[in-house]
Antibody, heavy 117, light 110 residues
Framework: EVQLLDSGGGSVQPGGSLRLSCVAS????????SSWVRQAPGKGLEWVSG????????SYADSVKGRFTISRDIPKNTLFLQMNSLRTEDTAVYYC??????????WGQGTLVTVSS | QSALTQPRSVSGSPGQSVTISCTGT?????????VSWYQQHPGKAPKLMIY???RRPSGVPDRFSGSKSGDTASLTISGLQADDEADYYC??????????FGGGTKLTVL
């Protein structure tokens, strides 16, 4: 059974940093692309970042480019999102997802990031 | 990276059918047969309902169907049930491991 367990959210001041983690089980991260998707309070889903199964391609939404970094620890089958220079508009629930080109078929439960002074 | 365009809300009575549209561009919906649809109930993670424009994951009822024409994709839900009331999001692959979501549509079952 595929499971994604995301964690690492919390409260941080503007300009601060957080590192989100997503432990995958039931499949190998190295065999599939992965994505981070966020949802601000009362708002819709926003794709944030993606990484190919091989890890040689990473991508970012314009809203986070240069501030966020996606990475993986393959032996630990864990996906990360390093978030720096956080802004109030980054406040959201962040989900990790197993990504096929045609759809994201498994999702974590979400972790809440609150950026506030 | 502009969001795909969805109606903010749709509604229907139990047993009826509703269709939700999702309009993108020639760089996303129009360029790839990689459109997906997600159902999200309040406080829950999104659930994949349709992938690759028309395919249903195991366990999703065949009341849910997808289609695409040009830059616009559509999700049709037939035989509406109370539990179908939720937010629905479309998503398209846009190349180089990037994706774009629609703004979401709130489905109300009257």
């Amino acid at each position: 059974e595929v499971q994604l367990l995301d964690s690492g959210g919390g409260s941080v001041q503007p300009g601060g940093s957080l590192r989100l983690s997503c432990v995958a089980s039931g499949f190998a991260l190295s065999s599939y692309a992965s994505s981070w998707v966020r949802q601000a309070p009362g708002k819709g889903l926003e794709w944030v970042s993606g990484i190919s199964g091989s890890g040689d391609t990473t991508s970012y939404a314009d809203s986070v480019k240069g501030r966020f970094t996606i990475s993986r620890d393959i032996p630990k089958n864990t996906l990360f999102l390093q978030m720096n220079s956080l802004r109030t508009e980054d406040t959201a629930v962040y989900y990790c997802a197993k990504a096929l080109y045609g759809g994201m078929d498994d999702w974590g439960q979400g972790t809440l990031v609150t950026v506030s002074s | 990276q502009s969001a795909l365009t969805q109606p903010r809300s749709v509604s229907g009575s139990p047993g009826q059918s509703v269709t939700i549209s999702c309009t993108g561009t020639s760089s996303d919906v129009g360029d790839y047969n990689f459109v997906s649809w997600y159902q999200q109930h309040p406080g829950k993670a999104p659930k994949l309902m349709i992938y690759d424009v028309t395919r249903r994951p195991s366990g999703v009822p065949d009341r849910f169907s997808g289609s695409k024409s040009g830059d616009t994709a559509s999700l049709t839900i037939s035989g509406l049930q109370a539990d179908d009331e939720a937010d629905y999001y479309c998503c398209s692959y846009a190349g180089s491991y990037t994706w774009v979501f629609g703004g979401g549509t709130k489905l109300t079952v009257l």
